[in-house]
């Protein structure tokens, strides 16, 4: 069954919603060869919004060469490099003249090359004796890509993740070869908003002020119900406009779990959708997720889990360590609330959404975050 409501990836601008004013000035940055640097809370729709602007470039644009990496699984210079040349093999067309140059470049490092079994996608293993050759194969990659007299557009997915390599100079080594490129634009994106900020703002690191910043928030309301009215109306089924602001209300417009939730409601294949169809789906996801929940807890101590709990019932908690918060679901001191949250935002359990003036606390999980609401 052709299901409308994508849950992974990107693949149509029919089948995504809005971000029409992010998406602009993306074009515009990239066009302008501004380097940005993109960030939301997780699953919020970063990797989505980046496939949608390449969607976009192809047509509007067929002469920029467009390279997506994602180094979340990367640990290391090594691999950041290796999946740095695997993304550009990927992206440049079979047959191009590109793709010959940069085949004739990679194999004078001397990689083993192999074909992953089931995506039939290259995979090289370099091998290196110092760091310094490290660095300067980085180099050379930059430079290469550099020097083929085509606009470039190189997004880093999970970028935050080099925070994490045993190399201590990772930001500095890149701002390097991102100020010498000239026909590259970067898109830097990330989740961690604490981290990102720091590379990115912060005055006394190399990366300081040399991007735009993009933050991605939840898409308008309205926006989103019309998208979902008209992808079940297309489809030939009716959805009661209340059962609508019902499924953008409880997944708090979170994109992952509202596009979740329509899925799973489409699948079920009711043709008229009201309140109780999308409670049921509501029950049975929540349901699916159970299993998981129970390893959280196994995970996590007895206060750990009891301040999860508080913040789901609460819905979202601004202060924390307000006396009434603390009173209520019995949590302790003040200090003993800000480690319960820090360790949770910490696993990824929790997100924290600083504003100008608070922090605000949710469950990172809108499903999970339900099912711990009604303990
Ligand atoms: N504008 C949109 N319209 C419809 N679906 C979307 C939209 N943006 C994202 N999605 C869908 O929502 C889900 C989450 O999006 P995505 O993976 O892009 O988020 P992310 O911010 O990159 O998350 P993570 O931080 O976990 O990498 C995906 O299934 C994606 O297909
Ligand atoms: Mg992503």
New binding site residues.
């Given amino acids: 069954m052709d299901n409308p ?6 693949e149509s601008k029919e ?5 029409e004013e992010e998406l602009q000035q993306l074009l515009r940055n990239t066009t302008g060869h501004t380097d940005t640097t993109l960030i ?10 980046i496939l ?1 602007l390449y969607d976009e470039l192809s047509n509007e644009r067929p002469d920029i060469q467009t390279i997506y990496l994602d180094i979340f699984a990367s640990r290391n210079l090594d691999d950041f490099i290796k999946m740095l040349a695997e993304a550009a093999i990927r992206a440049f067309r079979p047959k191009s003249s590109l793709l010959d140059k940069l085949m004739v470049f990679i194999k004078a490092l001397r990689p083993q090359i192999s074909f992953d079994p089931i995506t039939g996608e290259p995979q090289l293993q370099i091998s290196y004796q110092t760091a310094h050759e490290k660095e300067y194969t980085l180099r050379g990659l930059f430079e290469f890509l550099d020097s083929q007299n085509t606009p470039i557009v190189l997004a880093i ?2 970028f935050q993740q080099i925070r994490k390599y045993p190399e201590q100079n990772m930001e500095a080594l890149l701002r390097t070869y991102t100020q010498l490129t000239k026909n590259i634009t970067f898109i830097f ?1 990330g ?1 961690k908003r604490h981290i990102m900020t720091d590379i990115f703002a912060n005055e006394r690191k190399p990366f300081y002020s040399s991007t735009a910043f993009v933050s ?1 928030g939840k ?1 308008p309301f309205e926006k989103y119900k019309d ?1 979902i009215v008209n992808l079940f109306g297309q489809r030939k089924r009716s959805v009661d406009s209340g059962a609508v602001d019902f499924i953008l209300e409880w997944t708090r417009r979170h ?2 779990y509202t ?1 979740q939730l329509c899925h799973t409601i489409y699948d079920n294949g009711v043709t008229n959708i009201g309140h109780d169809e999308v409670k049921s789906s509501c029950a049975q996801l929540m349901q699916q997720g159970e299993a998981v929940y129970l390893q959280y807890r196994q995970m996590l101590t007895v206060k750990q889990w009891n301040f999860l709990i508080a913040i789901a019932k609460e819905g979202c908690v601004s202060q924390i360590t307000s006396a009434e918060f603390l009173r209520k679901y019995r949590i302790g001191t003040p200090s003993t609330a800000r480690k319960q949250a820090d360790s949770l935002c910490e696993k990824g359990l929790l997100n924290a959404e600083t504003t100008l003036h608070r922090t605000e606390y949710t469950v990172n999980d809108v499903f999970f975050s339900h099912w711990l609401e009604r303990l």
């Fill in positions: 409501f994508i849950i992974k990836s990107y089948l995504f919603c809005d971000r939301s809370q997780r699953r919020m729709g970063k990797t989505g919004l949608r997915d999970e994106c989740s991605l898409i998208f994109t992952y596009q």
